[in-house]
Nanobody, 122 residues
Framework: QVQLVESGGGLVQAGGSLRLSCTASGRTFSRYALGWFRQAPGKEREFVAAIGWNGNTYYVDSVKGRFTISRDNAKNTMYLQMTSLKPEDTAVYYC????????????????WGQGTQVTVSS
């Protein structure tokens, strides 16, 4: 069982930066692939970024070059550094863990955090 807790969301102006953190319980953190998803009001939850067991990273095209995903297995923590934020990045951001080493739709992920709100004002 893995429990995930996100933090770091907030209100920021367009062009600004935020860093999200996702801290996990459990001793097998390093054996999970991890991902960030987001869900805006009235929209489906969408994939944002993922990082595999060995550090391979994946991004949705809309955030490439602006967001960076990383993990610190010693701290059981994953990060999402977000820069050059745009109003369309506004959403609730969720972290998730999967035993599948890659990335994919939400159904591939076994554990989810409660979400953290990111709001980007224009």
């Amino acid at each position: 069982q893995v429990q995930l807790v996100e933090s770091g969301g907030g209100l920021v102006q367009a062009g600004g930066s935020l860093r999200l953190s996702c801290t996990a319980s459990g001793r097998t953190f390093s054996r999970y692939a991890l991902g960030w998803f987001r869900q805006a009001p009235g929209k489906e939850r969408e994939f944002v970024a993922a990082i595999g067991w060995n550090g391979n990273t994946y991004y949705v095209d809309s955030v490439k070059g602006r967001f960076t995903i990383s993990r610190d297995n010693a701290k059981n923590t994953m990060y999402l550094q977000m820069t050059s934020l745009k109003p369309e990045d506004t959403a609730v951001y969720y972290c998730a863990a999967s035993s599948y080493d890659g990335y994919g739709p939400p159904t591939l992920y076994d554990y989810w955090g409660q979400g953290t709100q990111v709001t980007v004002s224009s």
